[in-house]
């Protein structure tokens, strides 16, 4: 998520834009880093990673309903 925090301020990425570009980091490039560097199973890694991400999606979503309303 800082990644895609990081994007956005140095970009002219929208906030939307740059929560996708969070969640394609924390799902991707992160299982594999985290993986290689502490010897856990990919998959294992892929599927924790891929919980967060399906969280912080759920969040993101409740939160654009929520600004939506106001």
């Given at each position: 998520m800082l990644i895609g925090w990081l994007l956005r301020k140095v970009s002219a990425l929208s906030v939307f834009?740059?929560?996708?570009a969070g969640l394609a980091v924390l799902l991707f490039p992160a299982p594999?880093?985290?993986s290689f560097n502490s010897g856990w199973p990919f998959v294992d890694a892929l599927i924790v990673y891929g919980l967060g991400a399906l969280i912080a999606a759920a969040v993101f979503t409740f939160m654009k309903t929520r600004e939506q309303r106001a």
């Open positions: 834009s740059s929560r996708l594999a880093i985290y």
